[in-house]
């Protein structure tokens, strides 16, 4: 017997296959489609993201860095309520913020930071700065990958204008396509399954690199434009590897790959 969601499925792929004048797929056609959403085929991987431990580590952070993010490396978690405090102090800013309300990030010792105050939920408009549980980070891009979910609201990475996004050393990958197989092990791809997610994949995943900018008006690079005017990494050291110190052999760019595009106010190339 067919369920209320069997039959709501039915009648929008039957509106979708009168628009394509056409019936059911015959079964090796389907069968060929059901393969390959199975194995989920990948596109050739560039050099520049096969990369092992402290190579992908150093990458992760020099492309942060030329994305005009900033990266604070600490050595445990229990150095990140300090980096945090010593970062909005540098940056003028009150110590206040928006906490995720993710469980390794309510389990820092924040006693020992008295005077930061923080409001665990999603954020609103009006709050000025958010910290944020980073799910992974692809060196490839140095891009924070932030799956939606109850303890990661996407508003935190949207509405503040300044945003600290808390990452694992040990969660950087290489590849976008690595990130999206880790997710799908994770979360058991779209059959339910006995995991903390119920099996399903979550309804929005954002890429993140660099705070938000736009140079749309005269070429003219301008940070904020439709999000966070900064973001600050602070990588936990928790991979052993990840400890070398970074140097200029570890970069797999050229050199003159390795500045800015253009400064904030200063005009942009257009072919970046």
């Given at each position: 017997?067919?369920t209320?969601?069997?039959a709501?499925?039915?009648?929008?792929?039957g509106t979708?296959?009168?628009?394509l004048?056409?019936?059911?797929l015959?079964?090796?056609?389907?069968?060929?489609?059901?393969?390959?959403l199975?194995?989920?085929p990948?596109h050739?991987i560039?050099a520049r993201a096969?990369?092992?431990?402290p190579?992908r580590?150093?990458?992760?952070?020099?492309?942060v860095?030329?994305?005009?993010g900033?990266v604070e490396?600490?050595?445990?978690?229990?150095?990140?309520p300090a980096?945090?405090?010593?970062?909005?102090?540098?940056?003028?800013?009150?110590p206040?913020?928006?906490?995720?309300?993710?469980?390794?990030?309510?389990?820092?010792p924040?006693?020992e930071?008295?005077?930061?105050a923080?409001?665990?939920?999603?954020?609103?408009?009006?709050d000025?700065?958010?910290?944020?549980h980073a799910?992974?980070?692809v060196?490839?891009t140095?891009t924070?990958?932030?799956?939606?979910g109850?303890?990661?609201p996407t508003t935190l990475n949207?509405l503040?204008?300044?945003?600290?996004a808390?990452?694992?050393?040990?969660?950087?990958?290489?590849?976008?396509?690595?990130?999206w197989?880790?997710l799908?092990a994770?979360?058991g791809?779209?059959?339910?399954?006995?995991?903390?997610?119920?099996g399903?994949?979550p309804?929005?995943?954002m890429?993140v690199?660099?705070?938000?900018?736009?140079?749309?008006?005269?070429q003219?690079?301008e940070l904020?434009?439709h999000?966070?005017?900064?973001l600050?990494?602070i990588?936990?050291e928790?991979?052993?590897?990840?400890?070398t110190e970074?140097s200029e052999?570890?970069?797999p760019?050229?050199?003159?790959a390795?500045?800015?595009i253009?400064?904030?106010?200063?005009i942009a190339n257009?072919?970046?």
């Amino acid at each position: 017997m067919a369920t209320g969601s069997d039959a709501s499925r039915e009648a929008i792929l039957g509106t979708v296959r009168r628009g394509l004048r056409r019936g059911v797929l015959p079964a090796d056609q389907a069968a060929m489609l059901d393969g390959r959403l199975a194995t989920h085929p990948r596109h050739l991987i560039p050099a520049r993201a096969r990369l092992s431990g402290p190579e992908r580590v150093a990458a992760f952070v020099k492309n942060v860095e030329k994305e005009f993010g900033t990266v604070e490396r600490v050595e445990d978690a229990a150095s990140v309520p300090a980096a945090i405090a010593d970062y909005l102090a540098a940056q003028n800013l009150e110590p206040r913020f928006v906490l995720a309300p993710h469980p390794d990030l309510a389990a820092l010792p924040w006693a020992e930071r008295p005077m930061l105050a923080f409001e665990v939920r999603r954020a609103v408009p009006g709050d000025a700065v958010s910290v944020q549980h980073a799910w992974a980070g692809v060196a490839e891009t140095g891009t924070l990958v932030f799956p939606s979910g109850p303890e990661r609201p996407t508003t935190l990475n949207i509405l503040p204008e300044t945003e600290i996004a808390v990452l694992r050393a040990s969660d950087i990958l290489g590849a976008y396509e690595e990130a999206w197989d880790r997710l799908r092990a994770e979360r058991g791809g779209a059959e339910p399954n006995p995991n903390p997610s119920g099996g399903f994949m979550p309804r929005n995943v954002m890429l993140v690199t660099g705070p938000s900018r736009s140079a749309d008006i005269e070429q003219t690079l301008e940070l904020g434009a439709h999000g966070p005017r900064r973001l600050h990494v602070i990588l936990i050291e928790d991979a052993p590897a990840a400890r070398t110190e970074l140097s200029e052999t570890a970069d797999p760019r050229p050199a003159a790959a390795r500045e800015p595009i253009a400064r904030p106010g200063e005009i942009a190339n257009p072919a970046d």
